[in-house]
C-alpha cells in the first residue's frame, strides 16, 4: 500500500492522521480530558498493533506460515492448466505462462520503523516523509516473503508487485528489491506496477491485474488487504465481509493474506468513509461497528 501511495490505497488516512495528531497532542504535555483520551485511543490501537508487529513472536508465525501455505499451494496450482486466482482472468488461461502478483507494504516491506518514527516523534503522516523513509531503501522483508518469492522465480513463473506507491519512488522500490536479491524484468517486462504509471492505472487494483492477465496465467495473489484481490473501495463493512466470504475456495490457495494490525481499508469501511468526522466521531464510529457479548 503507499502514501501518494499508501493513502492511495484508502486504508490509512484517518488511521495516520490520529497517530500523528494524538502523538502530536500527547508529547506537547497537554492535560485536558479530550487529549487525554486521544492519547489513550493510541495507546490501545496504534502502539498494540506497531508492538504485535515489531516484537511478537506471533506476527512471524503468522507471516511464516502464510508464505509457507502461499507455496505450497502454488506447486500444486502450477499442475493445473485452467486454474487462475484472478477474477480479471478469462474463463481458460491454458497456455499462458504463469505470475503470482504481490503487494508491496506490509506484504514484502516491513514499513512498521516508519509508523513507529511517526508515533514517537509526534509526526503526522506525510507523502513527504513516507518518501523519505522509501528513498533510504532500508525496510526489512516482511518474514516469509522472500523464501516465497524466490521459490516462485525458480519454478519459472513470473513475479509481479501491484502497489499503491508513487511512481515518483519506482527507482527507490526496485533498489530495495534487488538488494533482497529479487529478479526484476525477467521475463521482459516491467515487474513493477506502481499507482498512475499509466492514466488508467488509478488507486483500484483492478485494472493492473487484468493488464496481466492479458499475457499471463495468474495463478496466486499474495496482499495485506481487500483491494489486493478485489476493487474494494467504499464497500461497507457487510458488503465487505459478504465479498470474503463469497470467494471461501480461494482463501489460502489462490489467495493469500498477510496480517496488518496497523492500518487498511478494513478502518475506514468501520466509520463508512466519512471524511467529515473528527476524531472523537471516528472513534464514536469504530465503537459503534463493534458487535459486544452483550
Not at 508492538?51 to 502464510?66: F, R
Not at 492500518?263 to 473528527?278: M, R
Request: charged share 25%.
Amino acid at each position: 500500500m503507499s502514501g501518494e501511495g499508501i493513502l492511495g490505497q484508502g486504508g490509512m488516512v484517518a488511521g495516520l492522521r490520529v497517530l500523528g495528531v494524538c502523538a502530536a497532542l500527547a508529547c506537547a504535555g497537554f492535560a485536558a480530558p479530550a487529549v487525554a483520551q486521544d492519547a489513550a485511543r493510541v495507546s490501545t490501537d496504534t502502539v498494540n498493533a506497531l508492538l504485535w508487529m515489531q516484537t511478537s513472536a506471533e506476527y512471524k508465525a503468522a507471516c511464516l506460515g502464510a508464505y509457507a501455505a502461499a507455496r505450497a499451494a502454488l506447486d500444486r496450482a502450477l499442475d493445473d492448466p485452467e486454474m487462475s486466482a484472478a477474477l480479471e482472468q478469462e474463463a481458460h488461461p491454458r497456455g499462458k505462462p504463469p505470475a503470482v502478483i504481490l503487494d508491496l507494504d506490509e506484504t514484502v516491506f516491513d514499513n512498521s520503523p516508519y509508523f513507529a518514527w511517526l508515533l514517537k516523534s509526534g509526526q503526522e503522516y506525510s507523502a513527504q516523509s513516507f518518501g523519505d523513509w522509501v528513498e533510504e531503501r532500508g525496510a526489512e522483508a516482511v518474514p516469509g516473503a522472500l523464501d516465497y518469492i524466490r521459490h516462485a522465480q525458480s519454478r519459472g513463473v513470473a513475479v509481479f508487485f501491484v502497489s499503491n506507491r508513487s511512481v515518483k519512488l519506482e527507482e527507490a522500490t526496485r533498489d530495495a528489491l534487488k538488494a533482497y536479491g529479487v529478479a526484476l524484468d525477467a521475463h521482459g517486462e516491467d515487474s513493477v506496477l506502481l499507482k498512475r504509471e499509466r492514466r488508467d492505472w488509478g488507486m483500484l487494483k483492478g485494472s493492473r491485474r487484468a493488464f496481466i492477465a492479458e499475457r499471463y496465467r495468474i495463478v496466486q495473489i499474495v496482499g495485506d488487504t481487500l483491494g489486493d484481490f478485489i476493487d474494494d473501495f467504499g464497500v461497507t463493512v457487510p458488503q465487505r465481509t459478504q465479498e470474503a466470504l463469497s470467494q471461501t475456495s480461494y482463501w489460502g490457495t489462490k489467495w493469500v493474506m498477510l496480517p496488518n494490525p496497523v492500518y487498511g481499508s478494513w478502518e475506514n469501511a468501520a466509520y463508512e468513509y466519512n471524511i467529515k468526522l473528527d476524531e472523537d466521531g471516528r472513534h464514536a464510529e469504530k465503537l459503534r461497528a463493534l458487535s459486544p457479548w452483550k
